[in-house]
């Protein structure tokens, strides 16, 4: 199973703007899909985005659609999400997630993926 590691949380006022990176170890990063989950306290987990192998393909939860753009850099094994007009009920800590042989980019639930980062938080002030 690969290791990620989230980067680049913190706090960001209302409008504001982050990048968060997920460097993952192993050959295999650019073979499977990747997603971005959250989670807020006392909240259930919840899909973010999801990224095709390649890079051409993506998908958004409706709640951040034309917010937040997912990509990746296969070169450099790492994953990102670059978040805009954060608002805050987008505080959460944020996950990402590589996925199995049979992940798709659409697979929005949990236990689609196989190995998890340790989390980064993210606080968006009002």
């Known amino acids: 199973q690969a290791q990620l590691i989230e980067s680049g949380g913190g706090l960001v006022q209302a409008g504001g703007s982050l990048r968060l990176s997920c460097a993952a170890s192993?050959?295999?990063?650019?073979?499977?899909?990747m997603a971005w989950f959250r989670q807020a306290p006392g909240k259930e987990r919840e899909f973010v985005a999801a990224?095709?192998?390649?890079?051409?393909?993506?998908s958004y939860a409706d709640a951040v659609k034309g917010r937040f753009s997912v990509s990746r850099n296969n070169a450099k094994n790492t994953l990102y999400l670059q978040m805009s007009s954060l608002k805050p009920e987008d505080t959460a800590v944020y996950y990402c997630?590589?996925?199995?042989?049979?992940?798709?980019?659409?697979?929005?639930?949990?236990?689609?993926?196989?190995?998890w980062g340790q989390g980064t938080q993210v606080t968006v002030s009002s």
């Open positions: 192993g050959p295999t990063f650019s073979s499977y899909v």
């Open positions: 990224i095709g192998s390649s890079g051409a393909t993506t």
């Open positions: 997630a590589a996925g199995g042989r049979f992940t798709y980019v659409s697979s929005s639930w949990a236990s689609a993926y196989i190995s």
